[in-house]
Every structure is written in structure tokens, then in C-alpha cells.
């Protein structure tokens, strides 16, 4: 199983950017996609969560109207639309793959697949 995540880089504060993480290797569509971002020196934190068919998101409070996930089953992506970037949305972001299709899940200890995380830095 692979996760690429692409499109981190650098902006400016009330900017925007696009991640999209790319999947192979799994049954995309069996899988609910995550989205979880770790700046330096904390731990790894929910950012959102898509379910497995689109029909359903959920977002952390902190970026709950400025982020939005979506997903594309038959070309195995997930997107995270960044918009109103604040100097504490800097991180490295991760996307990750979790298999239980029951309900979704914003601890990061119940995604069995995780990309290898693109950094996000946005200036003051």
C-alpha cells in the first residue's frame, strides 16, 4: 500500500493551497481517508476525516470553515482544500487509510495506512 501526499509548500498568511494524496495498492473505496498534520514539537493532530463513499466529512474545530476534504473513488485521491491559512496551520500533513467503513475516526491510532507527509508552511 501506498500514499503519496503532494502540494504542501509555502504561503502566506490568508492564502491557499490544495494537498492531494494519491492511493495505491488498497481498494480505494473500501477505505475512509484521514487527514492529520503535525507541527515541531507536538503530536500528530486530526485535521478531517472523509468516509469511504464522499457522503460524509468531518473536521477538526480549528479548521472547521477553512478546510475542506473531498475524495475521488475512481482515481483513488483524496484533496485537502486549504483556504484562509493561518501561521498555525503550519505542519508536515499526513493523509492515511482506515478500513473500518462502520464510522469514522479522528484518532490517529485507528488508521492502519499512512502517507509520507507534505510540509505546509504559511509566513505571518
Known amino acids: 500500500v501506498q500514499l503519496q501526499a503532494s502540494g504542501g509548500g509555502l504561503v502566506q498568511a490568508g492564502g491557499s493551497l490544495r494537498l492531494s494524496c494519491a492511493a495505491s495498492?488498497?481498494?480505494?473505496?473500501?477505505?475512509?481517508m484521514g487527514w492529520f498534520r503535525q507541527a515541531p514539537g507536538k503530536e500528530r493532530e486530526f485535521v478531517g476525516v472523509v468516509n469511504w463513499s464522499g457522503s460524509a466529512t468531518y473536521s477538526a474545530d480549528s479548521v472547521k470553515g477553512r478546510f475542506t476534504i473531498s475524495r475521488d473513488n475512481a482515481k483513488s485521491t483524496v484533496d485537502l482544500q486549504m483556504n484562509s491559512l493561518k501561521p498555525e496551520d503550519t505542519a508536515v500533513y499526513y493523509c492515511?487509510?482506515?478500513?473500518?467503513?462502520?464510522?469514522?475516526?479522528?484518532?490517529?491510532?485507528?488508521?492502519?495506512?499512512w502517507g509520507q507527509g507534505t510540509l505546509v508552511t504559511v509566513s505571518s
Open positions: 495498492g488498497l481498494t480505494f473505496s473500501s477505505y475512509n
Open positions: 492515511a487509510a482506515d478500513r473500518d467503513r462502520r464510522r469514522t475516526y479522528n484518532s490517529p491510532y485507528k488508521y492502519d495506512y
